[in-house]
Structures are given as C-alpha cells and as structure tokens.
C-alpha cells in the first residue's frame, strides 16, 4: 500500500540544509515528495517501509534536526521560519507590526502564539526576533556595503539609536566597536533559540 508521510523538523531553518537532507534520504531510497524549511514530506510503501520513521530520524539527528513530536512545537517552528524569512528579504516590508503579521499567516491569535512560543523557547518571540535581526545587522556590517542608517533602514527600525540600542545590549558592543573588531562572531540563525 502506498502513501505519504509529513513531518515537520526541529531547527531547519536555512536553505542550504534543504539540500543536504534531500541529497542524504535519496541516497537511502526515500522519495521525497517535498521539503521545505521546517517541512518533509515523502512517499511511502507501508509494505516495505517499516522503518522510515527511524531512518528519517537518523538522517535528521545526523545533520543537527529532530522530528517534531508535538502541535506547539510545530507552532514555534512555524514561527521561527516566517521571522527567519522576513529578514532574508531586505528591506523587510510587512505593512503590519510582526505580532499581526504572524497571527494572520499562522490564523492564531497573537497572545496564544507568544505564550507557546515563550514556553518552548525559553525566551519571547520579541526578543527572538531582535536576535535574528542583529544576526543580520553584524552580516550587513562585515559586508561594508551600508551605513549604520541604511542598515537601520532595511531591518525596520525607526531609527539608527533604536538599531543602536538593540545591538549594545544584544553584543555588549557598539555597532561601530563591531565594525572595527578583527575577530567578528556571528551565531548560526538555528542556533539563536
């Protein structure tokens, strides 16, 4: 008998780790029907496949991902991909604030997202997604394609002081102390939470 199986995945939250996994589970002769961030879903011969559940998993811890056991942490999920998403398309351009941009893609309301969200994440959606966009403040500053204003700019912020702050108390360090450091660090965006 055939069907399909859809699992959602812990911490896929780039596009190059798509590749990887598709590349790995073809290798062990999964079909795969789809994957996108967060999401796989493959094809499946129940009279045959008694162990893809395994060997999905195996592929996955291998390469740093879990399946997703439970609806919240598919939710936080979710979450993280549209944030992680919002700051790969510069400027970010929503014409709403993040709380009503994610209460409408994910059809929740907001209060039940954030209190989901703190419990699995041990730390706010607000706050997470400020992480993410000084993640990619520190990527614009190694660039050295932007002013500070520019890049206050194109991650939505009213103001270069409002970027400015974030950041200090974020890194410890001014934007500018940032720029002129050799030794810049940058945290991996799956490895925020």
Not at 83 to 106: F, K, V
Not at 121 to 139: D, H, Q, S, V, W
Not at 142 to 155: E, G, V, W
Not at 162 to 177: A, V
Request: glycine share 2%.
């Amino acid at each position: 008998m055939h069907s399909e199986r859809e699992y959602w995945i812990k911490n896929m939250v780039c596009r190059r780790c798509l590749k990887v996994i598709k590349q790995e589970l073809e290798a062990i002769k999964v079909i795969v029907l789809s994957l996108e961030l967060g999401k796989l879903t493959v094809h499946i011969d129940t009279d045959t496949d008694k162990d893809i559940d395994k060997k999905i998993a195996s592929i996955l811890h291998a390469n740093g991902f879990e399946i997703v056991r439970s609806e919240e942490e598919m939710l936080v999920e979710r979450i993280k991909i549209i944030l992680i998403e919002l700051i790969s398309e510069l400027p970010i351009n929503i014409n709403q604030n993040t709380s009503e941009h994610l209460a409408t893609l994910l059809h929740r309301d907001y209060k039940i997202l954030s209190k989901i969200f703190s419990k699995n994440g041990n730390t706010t959606i607000e706050k997470y997604f400020i992480k993410l966009k000084i993640e990619k403040a520190k990527e614009l500053i190694q660039m050295q394609q932007h002013t500070f204003s520019d890049i206050a700019y194109l991650l939505d912020y009213s103001s270069v002081n409002h970027l400015s702050r974030q950041f200090k108390n974020t890194e410890g360090m001014s934007m500018t102390d940032y720029k002129n450091n050799p030794l810049w660090e940058r945290n991996f965006l799956d490895e925020i939470i």
